[in-house]
């Protein structure tokens, strides 16, 4: 690992973001999905705004998101540095924790910085 980079790897996935909360389930085999075309946090590294859209897709099992608590959620990440990577993970990690989804998919899509554009997939369960 570069080392430059070593003290920026981890940032964000500690940090202290609103609760993710959820109402009961009543239908089953379904599956949800929400695009959230705002996204942004800060570039851990330089400080500069980042920007994308988070696409969640699920299917509930017992509980389902409340859209509102998401929403509080998802800009918390405004002002927080976090590399794209970390915040993909985070986001799946969390609504895992919080809804207990019978699978669940978080895909992020970043708007091009320096001409690149990024894709980040994380899935739960986890691949075998």
């Known amino acids: 690992m570069n080392s430059e980079y070593s003290e920026f790897a981890k940032k964000g996935l500690d940090a202290e973001l609103p609760e993710i909360e ?13 695009i959230i075309p705002e996204y942004t946090s800060l ?3 330089t400080g500069q705004p980042d ?6 897709e699920y299917e509930p ?3 389902v998101i409340e859209l509102k608590s998401l929403k509080f959620y998802i ?12 915040a993909v993970n985070r986001i799946l990690h969390d609504i895992v924790k919080a809804c207990k989804p019978k699978w669940v998919k978080v895909r992020g899509e ?3 910085r320096g001409g690149i554009k990024s894709v980040i997939e994380a899935k739960y369960p986890p691949s075998k």
């Open 22 to 34: 959820c109402f009961e389930n009543q239908f089953k085999s379904y599956t949800i999905t929400i």
């Open 110 to 112: 970043f708007n091009p």
């Open 51 to 56: 920007f994308g859209t988070i696409t969640i």
């Open 61 to 63: 099992d017992k509980w």
């Open 43 to 45: 570039c851990p590294k």
């Open 75 to 86: 800009q918390a990440y405004r002002n927080l540095g976090i590399f794209y990577e970390n």
